[in-house]
């Protein structure tokens, strides 16, 4: 059963065009998660959300924003992806810092 | 700010070798620490958390606060451990919300 879904699972985009990726969650978990995974690279933090408490880390790129309309969704919006955007996009969600994290399956962008 | 180091980008060993994969990390709080894994086109998944004192397919780590480590040991390894294997740190991110820094990973490689 995937608790945690995101979609689509590939995505090609243009250099420029507008993005975005979607994830669900089913575990009602209050803490969602986007991460962007080059090849090679650890996953790095992007946004996370405590229930509505957004909170977007310092080196994320301007051209990067997230909304969570609600508990179960979360989106990641790139405004202008560009080539360097190329990545894997991981989406979590968690309960407590102890639990530990339940990931996706990862939606992997190409820009052309 | 919370770094997690895993020194060996790559670990090769044959099947019924004892396998130790390292992580030290760098925290002022208290840490609490995870090993996460990934096998070939999966998803990443929660192997080990410190807090719980598992042991998961024969996988054991302990956290020693004094070297800053929490290695990931197994006794015998299988083929079917080969995977890319995550240590990961959840520390403070300002505020009060906590978030999870990852190591770069170790690409584990269990020969026949």
């Known amino acids: 059963d995937a608790m945690v879904i995101q979609n689509p699972r590939y995505q090609v985009t243009q250099f420029g065009k507008p993005v975005t990726l979607s994830c669900s969650q089913t575990l009602n978990h209050n803490v969602m998660y986007w991460y962007q995974q080059k090849s090679s690279q650890a996953p790095k933090l992007l946004f996370h959300?405590?229930?509505?408490?957004?909170?977007n880390e310092a080196d994320t790129p301007d051209n990067f924003q997230s909304r969570r309309p609600n508990t179960s969704f979360c989106f990641l919006d790139i405004r202008s992806p560009g080539l360097g955007d190329a990545a894997m996009y991981l989406c979590?969600?968690?309960?407590?810092?102890?639990?530990?994290?339940?990931f996706g399956s990862g939606t992997r962008l190409t820009v052309v | 700010a919370q770094r997690v180091t895993q020194p060996e980008k790559l670990l090769s060993v044959f099947k019924g070798a004892p396998v130790e994969l390292k992580c030290n990390y760098s925290y002022s709080g208290s840490p609490e620490l995870f090993w996460y894994v990934q096998y070939s086109r999966q998803r990443l998944q929660l192997l080990l958390r410190?807090?719980s004192r598992e042991s998961i397919k024969g996988f054991t780590a302990d956290l020693n606060k004094g070297e800053t480590s929490f290695h990931l040991k197994k006794p015998f390894a299988q083929e079917e451990d080969s995977a890319m294997y995550y240590c990961?740190?959840?520390?403070?991110?300002?505020?009060?919300?906590?978030?999870?820094?990852f190591g770069k990973g170790t690409l584990l490689t269990v020969n026949p």
């Open positions: 990961a740190l959840s520390g403070l991110s300002g505020g009060s919300n906590y978030k999870l820094t």
């Open positions: 410190h807090i």
């Open positions: 979590a969600t968690g309960v407590s810092r102890s639990y530990g994290y339940t």
């Open positions: 959300y405590y229930d509505k408490d957004f909170n």
